[in-house]
């Protein structure tokens, strides 16, 4: 069983920057991909950004590109987010997530196995 937790969410002003990370528990995390989702209010849960095993292949939505940033130190068994230019449409709970089978990164949801509980950024503008 893994147990992911996500920290660093708060409020921030447009063109601001922050940092989430995701710890890991477990004995196998450089075994799994790794993930980034996000779901505003009354919105489905939706792809920001996936890394993997390695962390040479990184993969993000287009409507993060060029902001956000994937990264992975193993040895300490987290994943971090680093976001910046933030923009009001980021507002969202973030969630982290993992990925146990296979070394390929991903944008679906249902191919991931552990979920975090999520931390809510605010972007005001």
């Known amino acids: 069983q893994v147990q992911l937790v996500e920290s660093g969410g708060g409020l921030v002003q447009a063109g601001g920057s922050l940092s989430l990370s995701c710890a890991a528990s477990?004995?196998?995390?450089?075994?799994?991909?790794m993930g980034w989702f996000r779901q505003a209010p009354g919105k489905e849960r939706e792809f920001v950004a996936a890394i993997g095993r390695s962390g040479v292949t990184t993969d993000y939505a287009d409507s993060v590109k060029g902001r956000f940033t994937i990264s992975r130190d193993n040895a300490k068994k987290t994943v971090y987010l680093q976001m910046n230019s933030l923009k009001p449409e980021d507002t969202a709970v973030y969630y982290c997530?993992?990925?146990?089978?296979?070394?390929?990164?991903?944008?679906?949801?249902?191919?991931?196995?552990?979920w975090g509980q999520g931390t809510q950024v605010t972007v005001s503008s």
């Open positions: 477990g004995r196998t995390f450089s075994f799994y991909t």
């Open positions: 997530a993992a990925e146990r089978d296979y070394d390929f990164v991903s944008r679906v949801k249902g191919q991931y196995d552990y």
